[in-house]
């Protein structure tokens, strides 16, 4: 629309330099500048067009405006990486904006349509992100040394560019189990993961992680080294690797090669694939995506992960009303309020509404669009009640309430006052508490004089079979364990707020896959 072609990154000399001098953008990553066929002038010619530009086509370069002066490219990358693998920056010096390469055109218009809704924020100061003209951030044809990396070519801890594509990982604070496949799905946004192999070496959890670059271990450095896996623990520490290749030899929860998977296992045993413990990733608050710098808040970082992971749609409506459509529920079964328990994990429930001529289907209003998106992304395609839901977001604004003297036959709820709301309270610990439907069930508020044989049966009266169980904070909490995620849904929407005498209600919520089945005659936690 502009008449320009694709964009070069680098430094332009003169008195309107384009790139800031950060270690990303220094003259030696052999970055060169915006090539252009006009006067000299025409860099800020070329930047108001694209500021009057509101209408560009989807394109996998960001226009990111507004932003505060002294920005650093990591806070603008961190705006990019919950939704995929960032590929360059061009940060406009003096002008307060930057353009955002990420690797797929779809990554992108996650971002902007996630964005588009929630409104982006960097040290508190709002930006906004747009379509940019250009389809791509080229480097110069003459010297391809700095390569198209979001990082530059150099890094900030001095190693310059890795001849390496192979990281060397070791997990401080480890309270909580680390997986390969924890693993794979933070480091697969930095590029493609070829080969992983774990290990325990001087009592510490150590892993070998290869990309199909070297360039993508930087990137992967870069922005991961330090960072929490999860809540305050869990802390990553990355170095280069003196290898280039890992032999990998089985395919279990050990080592994987995902370029051969007809490997055999080995001595090891398959790995369960959980989906749970994977994604869970990506929706714990205080994980890795909130801790980066200039990630987003709480609710918001889970809702991002969830857009990213290609979970909430990429077009259509935004949802900014915070209202979803749920269909193909068992309409036998489902009532207002076993809606109001199960969607309550993600969000506060304001109304439901389940359709008078179409039981199958409701209405559920939630407190903002950000715990909407979370609901859906967790929930949609869940067993309830025998039936795979599906979630989505709603044309509707509200959900209207039954006139007055109208009788609905209790279809529709108005929950807005209900003292059972998880994250009304302002630093509730159940931000840092989200995870999706598992197997595994927390319990909390426990009686002092129930016993593992209590949770037992009365959890087996849910219809489910316990597998594993195990108290912890002097009998005031537990994790058990169902057989399936359709056996924990169910005893979470039964027992939730369950009166176990006394005035002690049950509290119960999702949570990783923490246990494991007997061996022998015990169960024990995998930390």
């Known amino acids: 629309m502009d008449g320009i072609g694709d964009v070069a990154v680098g430094v332009k000399r003169g008195s309107d330099e384009l790139l800031s001098g950060s270690m990303y953008n220094s003259p030696s990553s052999g970055l060169s500048s915006i090539s252009d066929t006009t006067s000299n002038g025409s860099d800020s010619k070329k930047l108001r067009v694209e500021d009057r530009v509101g209408d560009a086509p989807p394109s996998r370069v960001l226009h990111i405006r507004k932003l505060p002066n002294d920005v650093s490219e990591t806070e603008i990358i961190a705006l990019g990486l919950p939704f995929g693998k960032v590929t360059n920056i061009l940060t406009l010096k003096g002008k307060n904006q930057a353009f955002l390469e990420l690797s797929t055109e779809e990554a992108a218009m996650t971002m902007v349509n996630y964005y588009s809704a929630v409104t982006p924020h960097v040290r508190s100061m709002p930006v906004y992100i747009q379509y940019s003209n250009h389809k791509e951030l080229k480097t110069d044809n003459s010297n391809q040394s700095g390569g198209t990396l979001a990082s530059g070519s150099n890094s900030s ?21 680390v997986t390969l496949d924890v693993l794979q799905q933070i480091f697969s946004k930095f590029g493609t993961v070829m080969k992983i192999i774990t290990f325990t070496k001087n009592n510490q959890f150590q892993a070998l992680l290869q990309y199909n670059d070297p360039n993508s271990a930087q990137q ?11 809540n305050a623990c869990c802390t990553l520490r990355i170095d280069y690797s003196k290898l280039v ?21 080995g001595d090891g045993q398959p790995p369960a694939l959980d989906p749970s413990v994977v994604a869970a990733l990506g929706k714990d608050s205080g994980s890795l995506l909130g801790k980066i ?3 987003l808040s709480p609710l918001s970082a889970a809702a991002a992960a969830a857009a990213a992971a290609g979970r909430v749609a990429l077009s259509g409506h935004s949802g900014a009303s915070g209202v979803l459509l749920v269909s193909n529920l068992n309409e036998e ?23 008078f001529n179409k039981k199958d289907s409701a209405l559920i209003q939630m407190a903002d669009m950000n715990q909407a998106q979370l609901a859906m992304s967790h929930l949609n395609g869940q067993k309830m009640y025998s039936k795979i839901i599906r979630v989505t977001m709603s044309k509707h604004q509200t959900v ?18 209900s003292p059972l709301h998880r994250f009304k309270k302002p630093g509730s610990k159940n931000f840092q508490n989200i995870f999706p439907p598992s197997a595994t069930l927390h319990l909390s508020n426990i009686p002092q004089d129930i016993t593992e044989e209590d949770l037992r049966v009365l959890f087996s009266n849910s219809g489910g079979t316990v597998k594993a169980f195990k108290f912890f904070q002097d009998h005031k909490m537990a ?10 849904i169910q005893c979470l929407i039964d027992l939730h707020n369950y009166n176990m005498g006394n005035n002690h ?17 015990c169960s024990q936690l995998l930390f």
């Open 220 to 230: 992967a450095k870069v922005a991961l080294d330090g960072q929490n896996i999860y």
């Open 479 to 488: 994790l058990i364990q169902m057989t399936t995620i359709e056996e924990a």
């Open 505 to 521: 209600h049950l509290k119960v919520s999702f949570q990783i896959n923490h246990l494991k089945q007997p061996e022998r005659s």
């Open 293 to 295: 710098p200039g990630a």
């Open 157 to 177: 801890d001095g190693c310059g560019t890795p001849s390496s594509p192979v990281l060397r990982i070791i997990i401080d604070n480890m309270f909580y189990p």
């Open 333 to 355: 079964m489902v009532t207002p309020h076993s809606l109001f328990t199960l969607f309550g994990v993600y969000g506060d429930v304001q109304r439901v509404k389940i359709l």
């Open 245 to 265: 290749n890992l032999n990998v030899k089985y395919n279990n929860d050990k080592s994987r090669d995902y370029t051969r998977p007809e490997l055999p296992a």
């Open 400 to 417: 209207q309430l039954p006139r007055d003297g109208l009788d609905d036959q209790g279809l529709t709820k108005d929950f807005t006052n």
